[in-house]
Every structure is written in C-alpha cells, then in structure tokens.
C-alpha cells in the first residue's frame, strides 16, 4: 500500500490561506485531497491527472484551491486560498485505484491527515 504523509495543516482565520504537503513514495497517475469532518463522510475535494495534467474541483473549491504535483519532490500539494469557515476538516491524500472518480471507495492508499481549521 502506498505510503503517503501530509503536513501543512494549521488554524487560520476566515480569508487566510495554507498549503498542505503529501509525500509520497511510488506516484501514481491519479491523485487527490479528501476532507471529512465530524459526523459526515470523507468527500472528494480536489484531484489530478498526471497523464493528463489535469486537475478537477468540487465547487466549494473551484478559484480558491490549487492542487499540483512536483515530481521531483515526489511531494502532491494543495494551495488554499480564501479559507472559509467551512472548509474546517481532516484534509487526507489520496492515491487513486484509477482516474475519473470522487469515489473515497476507489482509493488504494490514505495519508493519516492533517487537520485544517478556520475560524469565522
């Protein structure tokens, strides 16, 4: 199973931004960041493509997250910007079974999480 450790995590106010970091051992093609607070299932927030270089939102996070990849750095990050109070929740990396899917079930290997949280 892929080994995958974020960090970047962090309390921040409404406006503010963070960069969360997931390194990776092995890349694979498909890859993304999941959120999930209490209570509610972990739901798909960004992902992408490397065979494509190409990246997909939900639209809570469409102009305001930027996922992108430095392979050299076998590092996957996800830039936020304009943090809301929603966007509160244990952001996860996820490396995908295959590509074209939000599905948390079609994910072959999970980071810990790190914990985002923004304050109104």
């Known amino acids: 199973q892929e080994q995958l450790v974020e960090s970047g995590g962090g309390s921040v106010e409404a406006g503010g931004s963070l960069r969360l970091s997931c390194v990776y051992r092995h890349s694979t093609y498909c890859m993304g960041w999941f959120r999930q607070t209490p209570g509610k299932e972990r739901e798909g927030v960004a992902r992408?493509?490397?065979?494509?270089?190409?990246?997909d939102y939900v639209d809570s996070a469409k102009g305001r997250f930027t996922i992108y990849q430095e392979r050299a750095e076998r590092t996957l990050y996800l830039q936020m910007n304009n943090l809301k109070p929603e966007d509160t929740g244990m952001y996860y990396c996820?490396?995908?079974?295959?590509?074209?899917?939000?599905?948390?079930?079609?994910?072959?290997?999970w980071g810990q999480g790190t914990q985002v949280t923004v304050s109104s």
């Open positions: 996820a490396s995908f079974l295959f590509c074209g899917t939000w599905s948390a079930e079609d994910v072959g290997g």
């Open positions: 992408f493509d490397s065979a494509l270089g190409a990246t």
